[in-house]
């Protein structure tokens, strides 16, 4: 097999994961045997799925690949600029990324996600008067951000306690989470965490607007239910739209979060240039989340999935520079993930080491064999000592092997 910096044609390949592989791209060597010659993907959809299946990453010779995919292609060669955050200092730099909380601040962060839930809930089912209900989430907003800044890691890993029958509840829910705690990351002041928030819960109000059959209709839908569903966006900016007491920046990003920087989005198809940075970071954080959700069309497919279709639409759907942050905030392998390691054994992300991204800390469920165990911490960062080093072989859908996260205490607590 040819290496990476090996290729036939003198020059450089680029390691692709499957996840982004798109035609157009000339498949130089495989991670494994190869099963076919060299080719560019003409086929489509077959040779993906086939190369999907067989593989976890290709090589790709930029040079012969067609010029829709020297984007991504450069993407892949140049990774985020991180030099802008400071080295860690060396007693910092193993030290898991979840320290041990008070459990009272877990369990206060528990009861307020389920509260702003059901809050939520009240919402969204109040067709008439749902407005009344907005000056309690602005303040359940407040203590969350309070909550985010002493348990960080307790609110995110709710986030990923997902439930198909609730999944519209959840979502908004989920999307204001993460949005703020990424504007956390970014350095965000609070009022603007405090619009990210919001954003988030009221994003998806207009679909109380919709006909709730297409919204639960597990086949495809027409074009004509398609523009239905789409509309929601617009529905529910009519309805925010003259509140005196919503921020302004709160209306724009719900109403703009579908839009595109490449004009293909909807309700308008703007341009990057008409799209604000709160819209851009709901767009993300949308994405991720919804991906990651067992929905009644599609079902929840792995954290590293989502987070490869951003890093794919990094140049033309999604803001770059916040997509690449986004990355190096929730980690290539996110808290709560389920995965496989190298040797078979299946658990649980539960910790991160901030310099060590691919080797978190797991608490194993499954024994090599996919028997059940009460429960082993590897820190993948640790040597150990028959030599042999194991490794996350591959991330999984939620629920795979019957292991549940609802079944695991909270980090932090």
């Given amino acids: 097999m040819q290496s ?12 692709v994961p499957v996840s982004l592989l798109e035609n157009g791209m000339y498949i130089a060597a495989l991670d494994r045997p190869w099963m076919v010659p060299p080719h560019l993907l003409k086929r489509g959809r ?8 067989y593989c976890r990453s290709v090589y790709v010779d930029p040079q012969r690949s067609q010029p829709q995919v020297q984007a991504i292609l450069s993407a892949l060669q140049s990774p985020p600029d991180l ?8 007693e910092e730099r193993r030290r898991p990324a979840v320290a041990q909380r008070d459990p009272r601040e877990v369990h206060h962060a528990e009861q307020l996600y389920t509260k702003t839930q059901r809050t939520l809930q009240r919402l969204m089912r109040d067709e008439h008067d749902w407005y009344r209900r907005l000056p309690t989430l602005q303040r359940e907003i407040g203590r969350l951000i309070t909550s985010l800044e002493v348990v960080p890691e307790t609110l995110v890993w709710l986030t990923r306690l997902k439930h198909r029958v609730a999944y519209r509840m959840e979502h908004g829910l ?11 990351h970014l350095g965000h002041e609070r009022s603007r965490l405090e619009e990210l928030g919001l954003a988030g819960l009221l994003h998806d109000v207009g679909k109380m607007r919709l006909d709730q059959a297409l919204l639960d209709k597990p086949g ?32 724009i990003a719900c109403r703009d979060y579908h839009e595109r920087l490449d004009g293909s ?8 240039r008409d799209i604000g940075e709160a819209a851009r970071i709901l767009a993300i954080v949308d994405t991720y989340d919804a991906i990651t959700s067992d929905r009644v069309y599609s079902p929840a497919r792995p954290a590293t999935e989502a987070l490869g279709i951003l890093h794919q639409g990094r140049r033309c759907h999604f803001d770059g520079r916040l997509v690449d942050r986004f990355i190096d905030w929730i980690g290539l392998y996110p808290l709560g993930t389920l995965v496989e390691l190298n040797n078979g054994m299946v658990g649980i992300v539960v910790a991160q080491v901030p310099d060590q991204p691919l080797r978190p800390q797991v608490l194993v ?16 960062a640790e ?12 991330a999984l859908p939620p629920g795979a092997y019957g292991v549940q996260l609802e079944s695991l205490p909270i980090p932090g607590g």
């Fill in 383 to 394: 040597p150990t000592l028959d030599g042999f080093r194991l490794s996350v072989d591959k």
């Fill in 365 to 380: 469920k499954l024994d090599e064999r996919k028997t059940a165990i009460p429960g082993q911490l590897v820190d993948l």
């Fill in 265 to 272: 989005g909807y309700p308008r198809g703007k341009p990057a």
């Fill in 83 to 90: 030099s802008e955050f400071a080295p860690l200092p060396d």
């Fill in 220 to 251: 495809p839908l027409t074009e004509e239910e398609f523009q239905h569903v789409q509309s929601h966006v617009l529905r529910g900016y009519a309805m925010l739209e003259h509140d005196p007491h919503l921020p302004t920046a709160v209306k």
């Fill in 174 to 184: 989920n999307v204001a989470i993460l949005a703020m705690a990424f504007g956390q």
């Fill in 4 to 15: 990476a910096n090996d290729p036939p044609n003198g020059g450089r390949l680029v390691e």
């Fill in 46 to 53: 077959s040779d993906l799925r086939r190369l999907r299946s």
